[in-house]
Structure formats: structure tokens, C-alpha cells
């Protein structure tokens, strides 16, 4: 079974500034789809970036971006210039390839304080 | 376009008593999900719909629970004689899944859930 685990159950950072949010997940799948998901108090889940296991390049949105390392089966989360409508929850998700339940982490609770 | 749209947006209800979620998906999502959100905790699976297959019912965490989906449209989540511990945002999603072979898997599109509180 996949696991995802998220080591950091709150951050807060200054607006503007950079913050990274790690992930780690476990698989004996060589070929599988790693997520980001924002839930701001709406409760809404909101897709923020998407990776493929395969692909060798980082994926890119805007103001965020993944460090994905295969090898070490980490998968953390870049917000460059954060905003404050960045403050939320942020959860990690691990999904195989031809099975598409999505697998979460129990989320990083991320403040941007003016 | 319409979202995902789920209700009730809240519901309290007291110990012993059923209860009933509905999930509206996005017109043709063939894929459905649910999942429970305890209080400060992440997302637990519940049960998966896909089109006509048999549906994934391993996360269910007893038999008070069970689900139903009409076709490709609405689904409902049904708790019998509702506990305490049953109190979670119950979060339905769905998504466009590419089909047998295909190596796309699309993303999921959540609704805003239901809280449900047992009292």
C-alpha cells in the first residue's frame, strides 16, 4: 500500500517571501502521479500542481513549483512571492497510474501573515 | 460550468439516526469519489464509482456505511444508526478518467463537502 507523509503540520511565513512544503510517499510502483492540493477554508480542494512520475522535469505553475527526487521519493512543494490568499491547508497526494484513487497526506497547515 | 455540488452543506443529526449525502458531479465525470475529513486530519477514502465497473468499496470502515451512483450522475453516501466518531466533512469528487490503457489520469475536482455532525 502508498503512504504519503507530510512532516510539517504548520508553517507561516512573512508575504512575499518563499516557502517550501515537503512530502515523502512510499510505492513499489514505477509509474504513478503526485499531486498538490490546496483547501482553504472553504473546504474546497483545489488542484495547485500536478507531476508525473516519468517525466524528469520539475512541473511548473506560476508561483509554484515541485522538486521532485524519483529516487528518494520526495516531493516537495515551491510558493515563490506568497500572497496571502496562499494561507491554507496543503495536501500531498499520491496516485497510481491505472488506479485512480488518490492517496493523501495529512496536510501542512500554511499561514502568510502581512 | 457547474462544479461539483454536494448536500447538505451541513447536517447535524443525533446519535442512532440515518443520514443521507448527495453528490452531484460535473456533467460527464465518469469517475466518482468519496472521502471523510476528520476534524485536523487529512483525507480518508471511502469509495470509488468508475462508469459501470464495480465500485472500489475498500475504505468503507463498516457496514453502517454504503453508497450508491445512479449511472454516471448523482451518488449518495449513506451512514446507518450514525456514531459520534462518524462527525468528519464527508468530501465527494469527480473527474474525466481517460479509460482502460490510457496512461491519463485527469485531476479530481472536489466538492465543497458536507459536515456532518452527530450529536
Known amino acids: 500500500a502508498q503512504t504519503v507523509t507530510q512532516s510539517q503540520p504548520e508553517m507561516s511565513v512573512q508575504e512575499a517571501e518563499t516557502v517550501t512544503l515537503s512530502c515523502t510517499y512510499d510505492t513499489s510502483e514505477s509509474n504513478y502521479y503526485l499531486f498538490w492540493y490546496k483547501q482553504p477554508p472553504s473546504r474546497q480542494m483545489i488542484l495547485v500542481i500536478r507531476?508525473?512520475?516519468?517525466?524528469?522535469q520539475n512541473a511548473t505553475e506560476n508561483r509554484f513549483s515541485v522538486n521532485f527526487q524519483k529516487a528518494a521519493k520526495s516531493f516537495s512543494l515551491k510558493i515563490s512571492d506568497s500572497q496571502l490568499g496562499d494561507t491554507a491547508m496543503y495536501f500531498c497526494?499520491?496516485?497510481?497510474?491505472?488506479?485512480?484513487?488518490?492517496?493523501f497526506g495529512t496536510g501542512t497547515r500554511l499561514t502568510i501573515i502581512p | 460550468g457547474a462544479g461539483v455540488s454536494q448536500s447538505p452543506s451541513n447536517k447535524v443529526t443525533e446519535k442512532g439516526k440515518d443520514v443521507e449525502l448527495r453528490c452531484d458531479p460535473i456533467?460527464?465525470?465518469?469517475?466518482l469519489y468519496w472521502y471523510r475529513q476528520r476534524l485536523g486530519q487529512g483525507l480518508e477514502f471511502l469509495i470509488y464509482f468508475q462508469g459501470n465497473s464495480a465500485p472500489d468499496k475498500s475504505g468503507l470502515p463498516s457496514d453502517r456505511f454504503s453508497a450508491e451512483r445512479t449511472g454516471e450522475s448523482v451518488s449518495t453516501l449513506t451512514i446507518q444508526r450514525t456514531q459520534q466518531e462518524d462527525s468528519a466533512v464527508y468530501l465527494c469528487?469527480?473527474?474525466?478518467?481517460?479509460?482502460?490503457?490510457?496512461?491519463?489520469?485527469?485531476?479530481?475536482?472536489f466538492g465543497n463537502g458536507t459536515r456532518l455532525t452527530v450529536t
Open positions: 456533467s460527464g465525470h465518469t469517475a
Open positions: 507531476q508525473e512520475a516519468y517525466k524528469q
Open positions: 469528487a469527480s473527474s474525466l478518467v481517460g479509460g482502460r490503457g490510457s496512461s491519463y489520469n485527469s485531476p479530481l475536482h
Open positions: 497526494a499520491f496516485m497510481k497510474t491505472r488506479h485512480e484513487k488518490l492517496t
